[in-house]
């Protein structure tokens, strides 16, 4: 008979997640040992019985992204060969994401790749966050559950009573989730044309909409360098933008990105703990770290008891 009981254990790349999401459930991480041999190679083994039980593995796969990728690969196989009844993949941030297509030739669809590793690994359903491109959970031959951290941001800046906001896509390709947040937030929106000049840097070419006189709002899923979060800041002020805020579930922030923000035009900068964030970004007096513990928890729940999740999709 299979056991009911509702297992949640994490890897290493963002165990303070876990644990405040267990808190939320109240229970406790599952028990495993984690380490890596001198060479780098993960070592798993799971340290108490999950026969029979209802397992996720919580692993965002920040960096150094393989290790982390492998990391859950790894782990998911454990249980798979421990009997597990079924092992939902929770990735806030998913690795590779950005990679959803062959944009050149001789390119491969990493995302995709990603998606049947952990499928080969045994994972019976995934758990994601502000996934890059929603399509992405097309490439998956298992149930996925796609949530969004949009209430979590909006709450904030709600509070925050800002008058005559406008909200900014900073590409054309994030429109979309710029227009739901708009519409949560009964605010205009206005869109960023840019142009991609190298892998990493990109060039702000022409605003559409209005930002003169306003508070403007920059919403996107990941900030990365941060490259294009400040040059769109310097062009919403150059088009007399009377503050610029910006809200990004996943904070990468690689390289120089947290001294770039210190030193932009961005009044604040809201980010959630999908990724553990750096010392830098704690001490940075512009960037603000919310948790999605409590949303993350509550997907987990309604996915055990076998329950509607659409409501947190809104």
């Known amino acids: 008979m299979a056991n009911d009981e509702l297992k949640i254990f994490s890897g290493r ?74 092992i939902t993949a929770v990735v806030p941030y998913y690795g590779y994401a950005r990679q959803d297509r062959k944009d050149k030739p001789r390119v491969p669809i990493s995302a995709k790749l990603v998606a049947d590793l952990l499928e080969t690994a045994g994972a019976s359903r995934a758990l994601t966050l502000d996934l890059h491109a929603p399509q992405i959970q097309g490439y998956f031959n298992i149930p996925v559950d796609h949530l969004f951290a949009s209430p979590v941001l909006i709450e904030h800046f709600r509070n925050k009573h800002l008058p005559n906001l406008t909200v900014v896509s900073p590409d054309a390709g994030g429109v979309e989730r710029a227009r739901g947040f708009a519409k949560k937030m009964d605010a205009p929106l206005a869109i960023v044309d840019k142009r991609r000049v190298a892998m990493d840097q990109t060039e702000v070419m022409h605003l559409i909409g209005e930002v003169e006189g306003r508070a403007a709002l920059i919403v996107d899923d990941i900030v990365d360098t941060a490259g294009t979060l400040v040059k769109t800041a310097e062009a919403l002020k150059g088009q007399g933008a009377e503050r610029v805020y910006a809200a990004c579930t996943h904070a990468v922030l690689s390289g120089g990105a947290v001294e770039r923000v210190c030193h932009s035009p961005l009044e604040e900068l809201v980010v959630t703990d999908s990724i553990p964030p750096r010392p830098e970004t704690c001490r940075s007096g512009k960037i603000r770290v919310l948790s999605v513990a409590e949303l993350l928890a509550r997907g987990i729940r309604s996915i055990h008891e076998e329950a509607s999740i659409s409501a947190l999709f809104l």
């Open 13 to 86: 790349a963002n165990p303070a997640l876990t644990e405040s999401i267990c808190r939320y459930l109240g229970t406790k991480p599952g028990q495993a040992e984690l380490s890596s041999f001198s060479d780098g190679e993960c070592y798993i083994q799971i340290l108490e019985n999950v026969r029979g039980t209802d397992v996720f593995v919580v692993q965002p796969c920040s960096q150094p992204v393989d290790f982390h990728l492998m990391e859950l690969l790894l782990m998911i196989d454990a249980f798979k060969r421990a009997s597990a009844r079924r």
